[in-house]
């Protein structure tokens, strides 16, 4: 997985249509931060932040420009999140956020590409008591200790600054976010690896051999699924 943080299932576009859902679940949440507040970036912070997060993954601003304009013309689409929990080979556990406009179409497909790979969900909470909700921002440097002051010194809450490699990478709370961001912008910093609300488990299982591969498997899978916003899980790789 690469950095022991590093728990989302983030979206390398391998396949069409990976790199399709990629855009498809950007549109939704754009739209959605556009629909609630003014769609200008400059005012909605919400829209601001859900712009840098996509743009890091590589989501064209075609893609970006558009969702803004459905927002702006009045378009009524209705989006309804959901959460599940699951568990799969060598007691790895995973939660999977979705954002759709039919319910029963997600879960079949979430069910679906979870169960042919070994895996089951559990019931609401049987799995997130073992994560923790944080904002997690990540970009290079090695300045640590700068930047940890100055988080503080701007009364951010901050839960942990980590230095891996020439990666800072900052945990707070998730209601502290952008507060942060704007404090690390004022030190210079504007570009972002990471700048999100995330899931952090509390602890990790090293997958091996089959179990590996049928864990990623599933991650492709879901990768390719347009209603599922994001997976969080527990599992490393060897």
Known sequence: ?????????????????????????????????????????????????????????????????????????????????????????????????????????????????????????????????????????EFKGTNRDEVEENLIMGDVDVMEVELDEDIIVVKTTPTALNDAKVVLEGMGITEFETCEITMIPNDYVTLTGEDAEKFKNMLDVLDEVGDVQAVYHNAKFE
């Open 1 to 137: 997985m690469g950095r022991a943080h590093e728990v989302r299932a983030k979206s390398m576009a391998a396949t069409a249509a990976a790199r399709s859902a990629l855009f498809m679940r950007a549109s939704k949440e754009i739209y959605m931060a556009a629909k609630a507040g003014t769609p200008d970036p400059n005012e909605n912070l919400s829209l601001r932040s859900a712009i840098e997060k996509w743009r890091s993954q590589n989501v064209t601003k075609e893609v970006i420009q558009r969702a803004i304009e459905k927002a702006k013309g009045g378009a009524q689409e209705a989006y309804e999140s959901g959460r599940y929990e699951g568990f799969s080979q060598g007691n790895a556990t995973f939660i999977i956020d979705t954002l759709t406009d039919n319910v029963n179409r997600a879960f079949v497909e979430v069910r679906t590409a979870v169960t042919k790979r070994g895996g089951h969900l559990g019931t609401p909470g049987s799995v997130s008591f073992n994560f923790t909700e944080c904002g997690l921002l």
